[in-house]
């Protein structure tokens, strides 16, 4: 583990470098000067440090140091003094994730500041592409894109939450993401032409699409290199687009036609549903089949050409009976806004209220062949009702999501914030328990592996023992420079070495669940006694 000989060495090179280490600082304060071109480093006991590295994901450690540049030399000594004091490091952006990526004991570097191009964003409307910095919002290109380009052209990723949190382009790669355009379009890694990143030596490079370190890099991470700057390709923006609804009462007819349609390849631009083992409620209430007279269960919002359109209603209804409404783009709009408001609904009991509820992320993103998805649904809750949660009620997610590989659906465990209030550690070891339950039994019962879009964060270990079965090979490519040296495999193979646990034989499946639940505690509950020196 790391020692304290080696924080204060990595801490004292980055001084040397012109950083400046701030024990006691105001937020209004800290904001100035993170602008101000300062290279800036937070130690723990800092009164602001908690607010200022926090995401959507329940998963936190406060790390030993902070650090906060604003410039690409700043950004290299950083890099390369953890490298020379193997200090585990991770890189925060947006600081939206579900999964805990960034969060660890020992070192986070916060990249909201740093300015990797002259000009953060440059449009090329002849070539069709836009180079941008890795801390641009990703909601402003969505915005921005077709406004420059006279409605030509569009940014071909689109993150559902990016529309209302401050999702960012180096996250966006870092992950692989895609987004409600992904059947038509796909994720992320279709449209980079080139990026410069920062690799674990300290040194500037340029990747291109055919480069074979190009797959390291987008979706890694951030653990074989850190992205600076990229240029994507701009998707055509469609001509004389079509919406429309499908909605029916039958749940497994409709996933039979969905399986049909991926066979078939029908990608729409946008294909987004919504299931719930009771009615639909609110604008999706007023929905009833015309024939079984029966209130909607399940809902489909389409949005693409009139042909594409056409031919996946056609190959639906040779499975399943339901009804269709065309609507014009503000009615559009308005189902979409309410299925997005719909997926916090997921309790089930009459007694008690969504507010009443946290929902926590853990197998949030599940990719999963149609034919399988209702038997993911009615499995997971099985494990919730045997660990005494609530039921989830409501799930929902994109079709065709990445060109056929699968819906995705979006699930997250219901915890009662009044448990949460009055037995806090209790909660959370069975929160744990749940979540590494639920993500094994997906893999041996379903061959379903979770974390499909979002980062798999502190899990990332993990997969890959379980994939490539020997992990000392991280540990190979972090002592070659090939690979920063990562928290999440420290605080793994410590936890391994705990239980007795092998990083180069295969996992089994009690293993696996042992492992899973204690890497969610700790992260859950915070403690980081014993990794990091008083």
Not at 11 to 30: A, D, M, R
Not at 151 to 173: C, H, N, Y
Not at 412 to 437: F, W
Not at 506 to 516: A, G, M, Q, V
Request: charged letters at 25%.
């Amino acid at each position: 583990m790391v020692n304290q000989e080696n924080i204060e060495s990595f801490i004292e090179e980055l001084k040397n470098k012109g950083f400046t280490c701030f024990s006691n600082l105001s937020l209004s304060k800290f904001r100035i000067i993170s602008q101000s071109g300062f290279g800036i480093i937070l130690k723990r006991d800092n009164p602001i440090f908690g607010g200022s590295i926090q995401d959507c994901s329940f998963l936190h450690f406060s790390p030993e140091i902070l650090l906060k540049p604003v410039s690409r030399e700043q950004i290299q000594n950083i890099i390369i003094a953890s490298r020379t004091n193997k200090i585990p490091i991770t890189f925060a952006a947006g600081k939206t994730g579900l999964s805990g990526g960034f969060a660890n004991p020992f070192v986070v570097v916060d990249l909201e500041c740093l300015k990797s191009l002259e000009t953060s964003y440059n449009i090329n409307k002849n070539e069709n592409w836009v180079e941008i910095d890795q801390k641009f919002l990703v909601s402003d290109l969505i915005r921005k894109v077709p406004m420059d380009t006279n409605d030509k052209f569009i940014f071909p990723v689109q993150p559902s939450s990016a529309f209302k949190l401050p999702v960012r382009v180096g996250g966006l790669i870092a992950t692989n993401a895609s987004g409600v355009t992904s059947g038509k379009l796909g994720a992320i890694e279709d449209w980079i032409e080139s990026m410069e990143i920062l690799n674990p030596k300290g040194e500037f490079v340029k990747i291109t699409e055919n480069d074979p370190y190009f797959p390291k890099i987008v979706g890694g991470n951030g653990r074989h290199g850190l992205i600076l700057n990229a240029k994507i390709k701009l998707a055509s923006n469609p001509e004389n687009l079509r919406y429309k609804l499908l909605y029916g009462s039958n749940l497994e007819d409709i996933f039979t036609g969905l399986q049909a349609i991926q066979d078939k390849e029908i990608f729409p631009l946008i294909a987004e549903f919504i299931l719930s083992i009771n009615p639909l409620k609110g604008l999706f209430g007023q929905l009833f089949s015309k024939n079984q007279k029966e209130p909607a269960r399940w809902a489909i919002l389409l949005k693409g050409s009139e042909d594409i359109l056409e031919n996946f209603e056609k190959t639906a209804k040779e499975s399943s009976e339901f009804d269709t409404k065309n609507l014009n783009l503000d009615e559009f709009k308005v189902y979409l806004e309410e299925r997005a408001s719909m997926a916090l609904q997921t309790i089930s009991s009459k007694e008690s209220r969504d507010s009443d509820f946290v929902l926590y992320p853990g197998f949030e993103d599940i990719l999963i062949s149609p034919l399988k998805l209702l038997s993911a649904f009615e499995e997971i809750n099985k494990v919730l009702a045997e660990m005494s949660f609530n039921q989830i009620v409501i799930g929902y997610g994109h079709i065709n999501f990445r060109k056929g590989q699968g819906i995705l659906m979006h699930l997250r465990v219901p915890v009662s914030i009044e448990d949460l209030y009055t037995n806090k550690h209790a909660i959370l070891r069975k929160v744990s328990h749940t979540i590494a339950k639920t993500i094994v039994m997906l893999q041996s019962k379903l061959d379903v592996l979770t974390k499909a879009e979002h980062s798999p964060g502190i899990i990332y270990p993990w997969m890959e023992h379980y994939k490539i079965k020997d992990l000392t090979l991280w540990k190979n490519e972090m002592d070659q420079g090939y690979a920063f040296y990562n928290p999440h495999f420290e605080l793994y193979s410590f936890l391994c070495s705990k239980f007795g646990i092998s990083l180069k034989n295969p996992l089994n499946e009690s293993d696996s669940r042992k492992i899973l639940e204690e890497m969610f505690f700790l992260y859950y509950s915070g403690n980081d006694k014993g990794f990091v020196p008083n």
